[in-house]
């Protein structure tokens, strides 16, 4: 209000920002306080994020990149980067199956190529059991993030990630056989813990960004996505480390022999992967224990609310079935090619190419890939473009290049079709990370309230991981071992997943959580709910034209209700049309003194103005002494 400027909230509100509120005082906070806002300033910025974060009218571009200076930049990066670690290490050691299983194949020739010793059987069940360890951490470990907090959830599944890694890297036993049964264990053991990260990641982001103010609410998406591409990150890295460590390990003397890697040097080379692998996840570890603060949005839900889950099951169960359906279908696709990357880079690489070839053209992939996640964040909150068009166009992207791919692919096999299957096959990674793979990740941490965001978003996150359980095991023993029939079955799921989005999936991207939490607070008082988050812009086509839910939006009814929640929650609310303060609590108006509210008569210091149905101004004061707005 300094510069006694107001921004448009949607229909009934229009927020006034501080410039700290703004997010213009941060530029001088430490790290810390950017990847997690204090109680404090949470109380004081969700003061003006009730109703919707955009305009009806509004459709301002919300640029990726704007930075004062350079420290500025770094501490965005930190703000993303810190928090995405569990990301990336989930990406460098899971995706980094399809990367090693080549070396192993050299090292161990009985065991992984030749099924001398082992059985085949038993040589694909790492394929698939760190994908079974993923679900029962997603299912468990989200909903331990809503019983205990976001803090401690996060360190518990970073104590079980380095376990893990610690497994992975030092693995040994007597017998081939024996080691890949270690092998087995140490992978079921990291992905349980890598499956907490995902509702623990995708919770965190949307309630910092949330905490920052209003400013940074509207950039929500951004911060959430950001913080998933650590895991393309990740991938990028394993692969870059593979290569480089395969380099170092190669034999000065290969011309003498007819392969250039003894057993040792193979070993060594993912056995130091996994070891540079385990960096990021102390760091982690140790952030998370001595530095990282508690959810303030979490904090300020926990008590005094229920997590009902047959409320959340009646009120949410479409967007639950979506956002488990959609990144099912999508991962069925997106796991399923990356765990046999392998024997698609053998066909994209031209004829004849050795394990360190192979594995440059799967770090190309994997850079593709990266820009399509940073691409993603860029577009992600503009208004224009926003999370369900974004997920539609990725699924409808990955479909076409998929059908085409499947439809000529002896031609593209061929040696002079091969650069057109290049092109497909990398421009479906971008596509696929520039959609579904974001926004199914944002979405199911957007759609739920406070109280069983993690619980929801864990779900959701199970559900998709049986997809990619199911594309492991399908690929391995049917005829989908066929590259064609993976082309074919994978484009299939993505023509499901657009029809899914398309009519279940709703666009949270104007409404803010804290009204999100409003509704999912009035769903537990039995009361009748009249605002934003049932505007018909805000719901699927099935809630809208199904379920009818938009029948009680009244954007006057709700206006008025707003006021009277916020005096409920501690503010002094004042009514531009009559001039009168009410006093925090219920009971009709009351009248405060100007010397009951300070220096704040004319509202100077207050958090937010709103715009009351009668398109008249009503200002919040700041709260009175002793009392905090958890709005």
């Not at 087995?184 to 349980?192: E, K, L, M, P, R």
């Not at 499901?496 to 279940?504: E, I, K, N």
């Not at 006021?563 to 503010?571: Q, T």
């Not at 004319?602 to 715009?611: D, Y």
């Given at each position: 209000?300094?510069?006694?400027?107001?921004?448009?909230?949607?229909?009934?509100?229009?927020?006034?920002?501080?410039s700290?509120?703004?997010?213009t005082?941060?530029?001088?906070?430490?790290?810390?306080?950017?990847?997690?806002?204090?109680?404090?300033?949470?109380?004081?910025?969700?003061?003006?994020?009730?109703?919707?974060?955009?305009?009806?009218?509004?459709?301002?571009?919300?640029?990726?990149?704007?930075?004062?200076?350079?420290?500025?930049?770094?501490?965005w990066v930190?703000?993303?980067?810190i928090?995405?670690?569990?990301m990336?290490s989930?990406?460098?050691?899971?995706?980094?199956?399809?990367?090693?299983?080549?070396?192993?194949?050299?090292?161990?020739?009985?065991?992984?190529?030749?099924?001398?010793?082992?059985?085949?059987?038993?040589?694909?069940?790492?394929?698939?059991?760190?994908?079974?360890?993923?679900?029962?951490?997603?299912?468990?470990?989200?909903?331990?993030?809503?019983?205990?907090?976001?803090?401690?959830?996060?360190?518990?599944?970073?104590?079980?990630?380095?376990?893990?890694?610690?497994?992975?890297?030092?693995?040994?036993?007597?017998?081939?056989?024996?080691?890949?049964?270690?092998?087995?264990?140490?992978?079921?053991?990291?992905?349980?813990g890598?499956?907490?990260?995902?509702p623990?990641?995708?919770?965190?982001?949307?309630?910092?960004?949330?905490?920052?103010?209003?400013?940074?609410?509207?950039?929500?998406?951004?911060?959430?996505?950001?913080?998933?591409?650590?895991?393309?990150?990740?991938?990028?890295?394993?692969?870059?480390?593979?290569?480089?460590?395969?380099?170092?390990?190669?034999?000065?003397?290969?011309?003498?022999?007819?392969?250039?890697y003894?057993?040792?040097?193979?070993?060594?080379?993912?056995?130091?992967?996994?070891?540079?692998?385990?960096?990021?996840?102390?760091?982690?570890?140790?952030?998370?224990?001595?530095?990282?603060?508690?959810?303030?949005?979490?904090?300020?839900?926990?008590?005094?609310?229920?997590?009902?889950?047959?409320l959340?099951?009646?009120?949410?169960?479409?967007?639950?079935?979506?956002?488990?359906g959609?990144?099912?279908?999508?991962?069925?696709?997106?796991?399923?090619?990356?765990?046999?990357?392998?024997a698609?880079?053998?066909?994209?690489?031209?004829?004849?190419?050795?394990?360190?070839?192979?594995?440059?053209?799967?770090?190309?992939?994997?850079?593709?890939?990266?820009i399509?996640?940073?691409?993603?964040?860029?577009?992600?909150?503009?208004?224009?473009?926003?999370?369900?068009?974004?997920?539609?166009?990725?699924?409808?992207?990955?479909?076409?290049?998929f059908?085409?791919?499947?439809?000529?692919?002896?031609?593209?096999?061929?040696?002079?079709?091969?650069?057109?299957?290049?092109?497909?096959?990398?421009?479906?990674?971008?596509?696929?990370?520039?959609?579904p793979?974001?926004?199914?990740?944002?979405?199911?941490?957007?759609?739920?309230?406070t109280?069983?965001?993690?619980?929801?978003?864990?779900?959701?996150?199970?559900?998709?991981?049986?997809?990619?359980?199911?594309?492991?095991?399908?690929?391995?023993?049917?005829?989908?071992?066929?590259?064609?029939?993976?082309?074919?079955?994978?484009?299939?799921?993505?023509?499901a997943g657009?029809?899914?989005?398309l009519?279940?999936?709703?666009?949270?991207?104007?409404?803010?959580?804290a009204?999100?939490?409003?509704?999912?607070?009035?769903?537990?008082?039995?009361?009748t709910?009249?605002?934003?988050?049932?505007?018909?812009?805000?719901?699927?086509?099935?809630?809208?034209?199904?379920?009818r839910?938009?029948?009680?939006?009244d954007?006057?009814?709700?206006?008025?209700?707003?006021?009277?929640?916020?005096?409920?929650?501690?503010?002094?609310?004042?009514?531009?049309?009559?001039?009168?303060?009410?006093?925090?609590?219920?009971?009709?108006?009351?009248?405060?003194?100007?010397?009951?509210?300070?220096?704040?008569?004319?509202?100077?210091?207050?958090?937010?103005?709103f715009?009351?149905?009668?398109?008249?101004?009503?200002?919040?004061?700041?709260?009175?002494?002793?009392?905090?707005?958890?709005?």
């Amino acid at each position: 209000m300094s510069d006694g400027r107001t921004t448009p909230l949607a229909g009934n509100y229009t927020g006034s920002m501080t410039s700290s509120e703004a997010g213009t005082t941060t530029r001088s906070a430490g790290v810390d306080t950017l990847i997690s806002p204090t109680s404090e300033q949470y109380e004081k910025n969700m003061q003006g994020l009730v109703g919707s974060l955009f305009d009806p009218s509004e459709e301002e571009d919300i640029p990726l990149l704007y930075f004062h200076s350079f420290m500025s930049f770094f501490k965005w990066v930190c703000s993303w980067a810190i928090p995405g670690l569990g990301m990336f290490s989930e990406a460098y050691f899971v995706f980094s199956i399809g990367n090693i299983k080549p070396i192993l194949a050299d090292q161990y020739p009985a065991c992984w190529s030749k099924y001398q010793v082992c059985s085949k059987t038993i040589t694909q069940i790492p394929d698939y059991i760190q994908i079974v360890g993923i679900i029962l951490g997603m299912c468990t470990l989200g909903y331990l993030g809503d019983k205990i907090g976001r803090k401690w959830g996060s360190v518990f599944t970073a104590s079980i990630m380095l376990v893990g890694a610690i497994l992975l890297t030092a693995v040994d036993a007597p017998s081939e056989k024996g080691f890949v049964i270690m092998y087995i264990v140490a992978q079921f053991t990291f992905g349980y813990g890598v499956g907490g990260e995902y509702p623990m990641a995708a919770g965190s982001a949307a309630e910092r960004a949330e905490a920052k103010g209003r400013a940074s609410a509207r950039k929500r998406g951004r911060e959430v996505v950001m913080t998933f591409s650590m895991q393309g990150v990740g991938n990028f890295t394993n692969t870059a480390v593979l290569c480089i460590l395969l380099t170092i390990y190669s034999s000065t003397e290969a011309n003498k022999r007819t392969h250039k890697y003894t057993g040792w040097r193979l070993g060594g080379v993912w056995r130091t992967a996994y070891g540079i692998g385990m960096i990021p996840i102390l760091y982690m570890l140790y952030y998370r224990i001595f530095r990282l603060r508690e959810s303030a949005v979490w904090k300020k839900r926990k008590s005094g609310e229920s997590r009902n889950m047959g409320l959340l099951m009646k009120h949410y169960w479409p967007r639950l079935m979506a956002t488990c359906g959609c990144w099912f279908l999508w991962d069925f696709s997106f796991y399923g090619n990356k765990v046999f990357q392998s024997a698609f880079i053998k066909i994209l690489s031209p004829a004849g190419a050795d394990l360190e070839e192979t594995l440059l053209w799967t770090l190309l992939n994997s850079g593709v890939a990266l820009i399509g996640y940073w691409l993603a964040a860029s577009v992600i909150d503009n208004p224009k473009v926003g999370r369900l068009r974004l997920q539609l166009l990725g699924f409808a992207a990955v479909c076409i290049l998929f059908y085409l791919a499947a439809a000529i692919y002896p031609s593209l096999a061929s040696k002079k079709g091969l650069p057109t299957f290049q092109f497909i096959y990398f421009f479906s990674s971008f596509w696929g990370q520039f959609g579904p793979n974001c926004t199914t990740f944002l979405l199911a941490g957007e759609l739920y309230p406070t109280e069983v965001r993690t619980t929801a978003h864990g779900m959701s996150a199970g559900v998709a991981k049986v997809g990619a359980l199911w594309a492991t095991i399908w690929f391995n023993y049917s005829p989908l071992t066929v590259a064609r029939n993976k082309f074919w079955a994978t484009s299939t799921f993505n023509v499901a997943g657009f029809l899914l989005t398309l009519v279940f999936l709703p666009d949270p991207m104007r409404i803010s959580l804290a009204e999100t939490d409003r509704r999912w607070r009035y769903i537990l008082a039995g009361r009748t709910y009249h605002g934003e988050a049932i505007n018909p812009k805000s719901l699927s086509l099935f809630e809208r034209y199904a379920l009818r839910l938009h029948k009680n939006y009244d954007r006057k009814l709700d206006a008025e209700e707003s006021l009277e929640d916020l005096r409920e929650l501690g503010l002094e609310v004042k009514d531009a049309r009559t001039g009168n303060y009410l006093a925090p609590g219920s009971g009709g108006v009351q009248p405060v003194s100007d010397s009951a509210r300070g220096a704040n008569v004319n509202g100077k210091e207050g958090a937010a103005g709103f715009t009351n149905g009668f398109g008249n101004p009503a200002t919040i004061g700041k709260p009175l002494a002793g009392q905090v707005a958890h709005v």
